[in-house]
């Protein structure tokens, strides 16, 4: 007999579910709505980082 046993494959998790878990983890006894804000107050602020840029970039602007 083998000391094998079948399991059940573990769910499929999409991985932006993973990343998020993993984001939230970092937050413990917060709420997830707190993480998500902050989480949103991140990508906004790179994102604008990115369109300065791009602005300075296309007017030629150095700095």
């Known amino acids: ?3 094998f046993h079948l399991h ?3 769910p ?3 991985w932006w579910q ?3 878990d993993s984001f939230r983890a970092n937050f ?3 709420s997830s709505e707190q993480a998500r804000s902050f989480a949103l107050t991140v990508v906004i602020f790179a ?3 990115l369109l300065t840029r791009l602005f300075f970039e296309y007017r030629g602007i150095r700095i």
Do not use: E
């Open 28 to 30: 413990p006894g917060r």
């Open 12 to 14: 499929k998790v999409p």
């Open 8 to 10: 059940r494959p573990p």
């Open 18 to 20: 993973k990343l998020w």
């Open 47 to 49: 994102v604008l980082l």
């Open 1 to 3: 007999m083998s000391h």
